[in-house]
């Protein structure tokens, strides 16, 4: 990895990679898989706004996040910038209209397959038990009593 220059600070680094986008200060470099901006910091990547906010405001406190008033993730613009809870984060994105919530086997964490659902509803209704469905897809009894009360899964026909 290349070290910068002697006399080039981190943060000559960073606004060399700045660009103005109306009120939006943006970062053009690296930016991590949800849009923010990164670049190596004493040999650790940073998420900028995050690192803006401390040297403006000092540590961020436990359960805290720095939150963008522009929704705009690769900006690091001070005054876009306010720290809050996640919860208030999320309440935020709710309120703007801007939570995409994941379903089924969009979520990291599923099991399942939307593919799985008419085989275990078929299987339930020829009167197979919870616990031997849930062992032939591996998960728990208690998924497949949602699936059958129509609690979980809901969106598969």
């Known amino acids: 990895m290349a070290r910068p220059k002697k006399?080039?600070?981190?943060?000559?680094?960073?606004?060399?990679?700045?660009?103005?986008?109306?009120?939006?200060?943006?970062?053009?470099?690296?930016?991590?898989?949800?849009?923010?901006?990164?670049?190596?910091?004493?040999?650790?990547?940073?998420?900028?706004?995050?690192?803006?906010?401390?040297?403006?405001?000092?540590?961020?406190?436990?359960?805290?996040?720095v939150m963008h008033v522009c929704d705009r993730p690769?900006?690091?613009?001070?005054?876009?910038?306010?720290?809050?809870?996640?919860?208030?984060?999320?309440?935020?994105?709710?309120?703007?209209?801007r939570r995409r919530s994941l379903i089924g086997s969009q979520q990291r964490s599923a099991k399942l397959h939307e593919s799985d659902i008419p085989r275990i509803r078929a299987m339930l209704e020829r009167g197979d038990t919870c616990q031997s469905i849930s062992n032939i897809f591996g998960v728990s009894e208690g998924m497949i009593r949602h699936i059958k009360k129509g609690r979980a899964w809901k969106h598969v026909e």
Request: charge should be positive; aromatic fraction near 8%; hydrophobic fraction near 30%.
């Open 7 to 65: 006399g080039i600070t981190f943060w000559d680094r960073v606004y060399s990679q700045v660009q103005r986008q109306g009120e939006c200060f943006m970062f053009t470099g690296h930016k991590d898989e949800c849009g923010y901006g990164r670049i190596n910091k004493d040999g650790k990547l940073v998420r900028l706004h995050r690192a803006v906010w401390e040297r403006d405001h000092g540590s961020i406190p436990a359960h805290h996040v």
């Open 74 to 97: 690769a900006c690091i613009e001070p005054s876009h910038l306010r720290l809050g809870t996640q919860s208030a984060n999320i309440a935020d994105m709710d309120n703007k209209g």
